[in-house]
């Protein structure tokens, strides 16, 4: 069954450094997306990514923040000078089909922020 | 702002019983809703989904309510079984156009004792 993966599984880095979170979504969908999710808290929508450019972004996708799809199967998220409280999962998820909201996510990464 | 929430964070029943997880939504906007399961250490799933013309639609041992009167929604498990203990949460698009872009709820956490 085709999945979406995830790379790396866990990151730690300190404040203030880049950080890039690497996802490989379903080889035919067209649509991506990045949600984070802070321990204990909902998962909250960050950006959607269609076409080669970002469809919508929530408020916390702010400067710091980028998504890319470098070539026909990578698609990425930077975080150009992480701050604490971007401590979360961050979860990547692809959608092949029009009209529904079957997102399929990743397992993914975990990034703690010291 | 607007927000999808719960009514119960746990939810505890007994292998073969029939589970119900509830759900309130508050964006009256909102005309596309779903149902994710989320098991420890994974992304969420898509379990169900539901649009707002439509008051109850089932699937494979699931079945989601739409009560758009109370802005409620809910998650019926017929015979739940072990695997299925997980965390449930709902979903909507928050009154958008975009089916990717969702709106989670807190989510309810489901154990199935054997």
């Known amino acids: 069954e085709p999945e979406v993966t995830q790379t790396p599984s866990h990151q730690v880095t300190q404040m203030g450094q880049e950080v890039i979170l690497r996802c490989v979504p379903i080889?035919?969908?067209?649509?991506f997306y990045w949600y984070r999710q802070i321990l204990g808290q909902k998962v909250e929508f960050l950006v959607s990514?269609?076409?080669?450019?970002?469809?919508?972004k929530s408020e916390i996708f702010d400067d710091q923040f980028s998504v890319e799809r470098p070539d026909g199967s990578n698609f990425t998220l930077k975080i150009r000078s992480t701050k604490l409280e971007d401590s979360a999962m961050y979860f990547c998820?692809?959608?092949?089909?029009?009209?529904?909201?079957?997102?399929?996510f990743g397992e993914g990464s975990r990034l703690t922020v010291l | 702002g607007e927000s999808v929430g719960l009514h119960l964070p746990t939810l505890s029943v007994q292998e073969g019983d029939n589970s119900i997880i509830n759900c309130a939504y508050s964006?009256?906007?909102?005309?596309?809703f779903i149902w994710y399961k989320q098991e420890s250490g994974k992304g969420p799933q898509f379990i169900i989904d539901?649009?707002?013309?439509?008051d109850k639609r089932q699937g494979q041992r699931v079945t989601v309510l739409l009560n758009k009167t109370v802005k409620h929604l809910s998650l019926q498990i017929a015979a739940t079984q072990p695997g299925d203990s997980a965390v449930y949460f709902c979903?909507?698009?928050?009154?958008?156009?975009?089916?990717?872009?969702?709106?989670f709820g807190q989510g309810t956490i489901l154990t199935v004792h054997p």
């Open positions: 990514f269609y076409n080669n450019e970002i469809s919508e």
């Open positions: 964006n009256s906007a909102s005309d596309y």
């Open positions: 998820a692809s959608r092949g089909q029009i009209g529904t909201g079957e997102l399929f």
């Open positions: 080889s035919n969908h067209l649509y």
């Open positions: 979903a909507d698009n928050a009154g958008g156009t975009s089916y990717g872009k969702l709106t």
């Open positions: 539901i649009r707002s013309n439509m």
